[in-house]
């Protein structure tokens, strides 16, 4: 299955990622915040990418915990990998677009403070799976649902305490020339990590089938 979803959803994204450019260029400039606001059209869909790749990451962790199943987990490892990448670089394009806008590169409000937590929660993810041990998976898969239910709180921040981004209901507001690159680049972003959880996820499973071939080897 995921031999045949990797390049049609690689073949959607590099559709994506070849018209995104000519709409963004076509955009119109933001009144206060003129060139500096197009990184606007990468950092926000990579947000929405980590956010899809966390969701997936603690449903998947919970099905593992509730049902053991080992596909869940490789699931799990493929998408937390995922959401580090995208958070990084959500964390990367936002203080090269705050000291422009800003007129500072950080700022711990907030919203910045729990992106940074966030992400350091999927690193803790993963280095627990790398070197925790026997058991880890388990508690891997815990941090794995701890991740996720810290989305929502990210997500709303603005609207609960008083941060330097904008609310979330700017978004669904957009003006037409600005929301269109912006969508586009927000389903570009997504299918793009469609595309590389599946191929994660392939050589996921071809870990676990040399691991088993390992295990043969050995009680022969």
């Given amino acids: 299955m995921h031999r045949r979803l990797f390049p049609v959803l690689s073949g959607l994204s590099l559709c994506f990622f070849l018209v ?5 260029v076509g955009a119109p400039y933001e009144s206060t915040m003129g ?24 449903i998947s962790s ?11 987990d490789r699931l ?11 958070g990084l670089m959500g964390l990367i394009t936002g203080p090269l677009w705050g000291i422009k806008a800003w007129g500072v590169w950080w700022q711990w409000d907030a919203r910045l403070t729990m992106a940074v937590v966030l992400e350091l929660i999927l690193v803790a993810y993963l280095l627990l799976r790398q070197y925790g041990g026997a058991g880890s998976d388990r508690l ?11 989305v929502p709180f990210l997500y709303i921040s603005t609207e609960i305490w008083r941060t330097v981004h904008p609310r979330t209901s700017v978004v669904p507001t957009l003006p037409v020339d600005f929301g269109v690159p912006l969508w586009w680049s927000l389903v570009g972003f997504i299918v793009l990590c469609l595309a590389l959880l599946s191929l994660r996820c392939r050589l996921e499973e071809q870990r676990a089938m040399l691991d088993q071939l390992y295990l043969a080897v050995e009680e022969e």
Avoid: D, S, T
């Avoid at 606001?37 to 603690?58: C, T």
């Avoid at 919970?62 to 869940?72: E, T």
């Fill in 20 to 24: 995104a450019p000519v709409l963004i």
């Fill in 140 to 150: 891997a898969a815990g941090l794995g649902l701890f991740a996720m239910a810290n």
């Fill in 35 to 58: 060139l500096v606001q197009k990184i606007f059209y990468f950092h926000f869909p990579a947000w929405m990418a980590m956010f899809l790749a966390i969701f997936i990451l603690g």
């Fill in 76 to 86: 799990a490892v493929a998408a937390a990998e995922l959401a580090v990448v995208f």
């Fill in 62 to 72: 919970g099905v593992y915990l509730f049902r053991r199943k080992p596909a869940a």
